[in-house]
């Protein structure tokens, strides 16, 4: 069965660290891949998505991440993180050939982000 | 535009009742889908409408059902409730389905006692 890892389960970093996150799938054919965050008390938000074309994409907040095929990775990058980047971030894939809104979601980091 | 709105946002039941959760999309959106997510599992895909018709189905049991709407609302509704289904429900609408970026809504939170 296709399935999404995240490899980091619970971050803390500095304020003006920088953040990498891992985040792997298991599925052999075209992905649409996409970044979401949960902010503490909030919905989850879109960060970022990438469906085709340049395999390095730009979201909100400063966030990137990086589509790397040969690996099966899409890992989220940040240069300075901020302490209002406390959150949890989910990886989440659709699988291209389904043609429905199926989002398999990785189990989710935790980042906190000390002051 | 408005969001994607749930009602009830808090909810509170006993073992074998049941409960009916309601999801309003984006205005536009035809694809609702849904999701539970619980410490333990993560975020799970339940099911998929898209006008009117369930397009995906999630791996949960039969008493997991929902149905759309023509004006795309959607209910889902759990039927004989077990402690195990205490989560917090999240549905989410965009514009076609498939590959389209899907905004969720706050969740609605079952608590079974």
């Known amino acids: 069965a296709q399935s999404v890892s995240q490899h980091n389960h619970h971050v803390i970093l500095s304020e003006a660290a920088s953040l990498e996150l891992g985040c792997n799938y298991s599925?052999?054919?075209?992905?649409?891949l996409f970044w979401y965050v949960q902010y503490p008390g909030q919905h989850l938000q879109l960060l970022l998505k990438y469906f085709s074309g340049d395999p390095l994409v730009k979201g909100i907040k400063g966030f990137e991440a990086e589509f790397i095929k040969s690996k099966f990775s899409f890992n989220l990058r940040k240069p300075s993180v901020q302490w209002s980047d406390t959150a949890e971030y989910f990886c989440a894939v659709t699988l291209d050939s389904s043609n429905t809104g199926k989002l398999i979601f990785g189990q989710g980091t935790t980042l906190q982000v000390k002051p | 535009k408005a969001g994607v709105t749930q009602t009830p946002r808090y909810l509170i039941k006993t073992r074998g009742q049941q409960v009916t959760l309601s999801c309003s999309p984006i205005?536009?959106?035809?694809?609702v889908s849904w999701y539970q997510q619980t410490p333990g599992q993560g975020l799970q895909f339940l099911f998929e409408y898209f006008s009117e018709t369930q397009r995906n189905k999630g791996n949960f049991p039969g008493r997991f059902s929902g149905r759309q709407f023509s004006n795309s609302r959607s209910e889902m509704n759990v039927s004989t409730l077990e402690l195990g289904d205490s989560a917090l429900y999240l549905c989410a609408s965009s514009s076609q389905g498939g590959s389209d970026t899907q905004y969720f809504g706050p969740g609605t939170r079952l608590t079974v006692l």
């Open positions: 205005s536009g959106h035809r694809s």
């Open positions: 599925y052999g054919g075209t992905v649409n």
